[in-house]
Nanobody
Framework: QVQLVESGGGLVQPGGSLRLSCAAS????????MGWYRQAPGKQRELFEGITSGGSTNYTDSVKGRFSISRDNAKNTLYLQMNSLKAEDTAVYYC???????????????WGQGTQVTVSS
């Protein structure tokens, strides 16, 4: 099993920056794709940025040019750098880890508990 713990959320003014962390309980980046999701009040949870086990990154237009994902293999930690924050970025942010089936080993899907990000003046 894999445990994921997000941290770094909080209150920030519009235009400000925040960095979120996702600490994994063990080394998983070689086999797992990692992603950042967020869920705003009254909205569906959405995937907005991810990184594959090979290091390829993807992002949605809503965060393009503002958010970036990175990882520190030695610390088993995934990061999300958020810049130029807007009020609409307010949401609970979740870290996710997924891997496909490996032979007889079933596919896996793990989630962190989420961290609140509030952008307000």
């Amino acid at each position: 099993q894999v445990q994921l713990v997000e941290s770094g959320g909080g209150l920030v003014q519009p235009g400000g920056s925040l960095r979120l962390s996702c600490a994994a309980s063990r080394s998983i980046f070689r086999l797992y794709g990692m992603g950042w999701y967020r869920q705003a009040p009254g909205k569906q949870r959405e995937l907005f940025e991810g990184i594959t086990s090979g290091g390829s990154t993807n992002y949605t237009d809503s965060v393009k040019g503002r958010f970036s994902i990175s990882r520190d293999n030695a610390k088993n930690t995934l990061y999300l750098q958020m810049n130029s924050l807007k009020a609409e970025d307010t949401a609970v942010y979740y870290c996710n880890a997924q891997r496909p089936r490996l032979g007889t080993i079933a596919a896996a899907d793990y989630w962190g508990q989420g961290t609140q990000v509030t952008v307000s003046s």
